[in-house]
């Protein structure tokens, strides 16, 4: 069984587009992450949710909408697709505190053409 | 500050040779959490290890071990008798004990050839 699974997992999209990714986890954990990673293979914190409420919003493009239903999903939405939107972007899941083990998803290619 | 840095942008070696990467950390708290991932090139991150920071013991497992020195601020991962599947992009985080976030290094691409 996957325990963070998110999909699409390759999406290849025109600039101005809108689209989403989705995210879910079956591990128990009340708090999940959307993380970039960018072509130079850094990578950094977008959003984090705790049981469904937004916890850590970092310097992200108002394009960028997280969404989570409920603890075990969390959704990003993307509006007006641009050329430097293109990475991989992570979900990734954790129990909160503690300094707990934060356990990803396998990762969605974005690319805008 | 929360800081992690890996010196170490690509290592290459010759597969049975053993190799040490290196990471550095900056931390303001007493509590705190080490880990390291690798990301092989299919691109998923894996998990290999989380460490807190009053627990100094090295660690091995298999052809895996970790150094921890909080003297040095240092949490380096040597892999023993390196094989062609340890080829991968390895990372080292730090995560405080009531923060959300957790702070990469910038990873070290490391090669292991036939």
């Known amino acids: 069984d996957t325990a963070v699974s998110q999909t699409p997992k390759y999406l290849v999209t025109q600039m101005g587009n809108d689209k989403s990714i989705k995210c879910e986890q079956n591990l128990g954990h009340d708090t999940m992450y959307w993380y970039k990673q960018d072509s130079k293979k850094f990578l950094k914190i977008m959003f984090s949710y705790n049981n469904k409420e937004l916890i850590i919003n970092e310097t992200v493009p108002n394009r960028f909408s997280p969404k989570s239903p409920d603890k075990a999903h969390l959704n990003l939405h993307i509006n007006s697709l641009e050329l430097g939107d293109s990475a991989v972007y992570f979900c990734?899941?954790?129990?909160?505190?503690?300094?707990?083990?934060?356990?990803f998803g396998e990762g969605s290619w974005l690319t805008v053409v | 500050a929360q800081k992690v840095t890996q010196a170490q942008t690509e290592i290459s070696v010759v597969e049975k040779e053993d190799v040490t990467l290196d990471c550095v950390y900056e931390?303001?708290?007493?509590?705190?959490?080490l880990f390291w991932y690798k990301q092989p090139p299919s691109g998923e991150l894996v998990f290999l290890i989380r460490r807190n920071s009053f627990d100094e013991q090295n660690e091995i497992s298999g052809r895996y071990s970790w150094n921890f020195q909080k003297s040095t601020s240092s949490f380096n991962f040597t892999i023993t008798a390196s094989q062609v599947v340890d080829s991968a992009v390895y990372f080292c985080?730090?995560?405080?004990?009531?923060?959300?976030?957790?702070?990469f290094g910038a990873g070290t691409r490391l090669t292991v050839k036939p």
């Open positions: 990734a899941s954790s129990h909160m505190t503690g300094g707990n083990t934060i356990y």
């Open positions: 985080a730090l995560r405080y004990y009531n923060n959300n976030d957790m702070r």
């Open positions: 931390t303001r708290d007493t509590t705190y959490y």
